[in-house]
């Protein structure tokens, strides 16, 4: 079992950056495929990025690509999202997310074990 806990959120002006990480506690982080989900209020959670087990391989959601960065230091147990240029439309709830098939991509929900409470970040215009 793994332990996430996410930080990093906050207050931000539209065009502006911020840096989230996740924190990861219990079994070997390397062995786990890790992702970004986010959720606005009244909407789905959705699929943000996922990055692989040894970080060789990243995907990312079209709404992001270009702006958002997914990293994982595993020597220091921590996923990161590294986010520039953001919009109103990116406020929402983020969660980190672990999923055993570390050597996978995954956009999809129910692929994940492992969830933290989540970070808000909110944009404002």
């Known amino acids: 079992q793994v332990q996430l806990v996410e930080s990093g959120g906050g207050l931000v002006q539209a065009g502006g950056s911020l840096r989230l990480a996740c924190a990861a506690s219990?079994?070997?982080?390397?062995?786990?495929?890790m992702g970004w989900f986010r959720q606005a209020p009244g909407k789905e959670r959705e699929f943000v990025a996922t990055?692989?087990?040894?970080?060789?391989?990243?995907y990312y959601a079209d709404s992001v690509k270009g702006r958002f960065t997914i990293s994982r230091d595993n020597a220091k147990n921590t996923l990161y999202l590294q986010m520039h240029s953001l919009k109103p439309e990116d406020t929402a709830v983020y969660y980190c997310a672990a999923r055993t098939l570390y050597g996978s991509l995954s956009t999809q929900r129910d692929d994940y074990t492992y969830w933290g409470q989540g970070t808000q970040v909110t944009v404002s215009s």
């Open positions: 219990g079994r070997t982080f390397s062995n786990y495929g």
């Open positions: 990055i692989s087990g040894r970080g060789a391989r990243t």
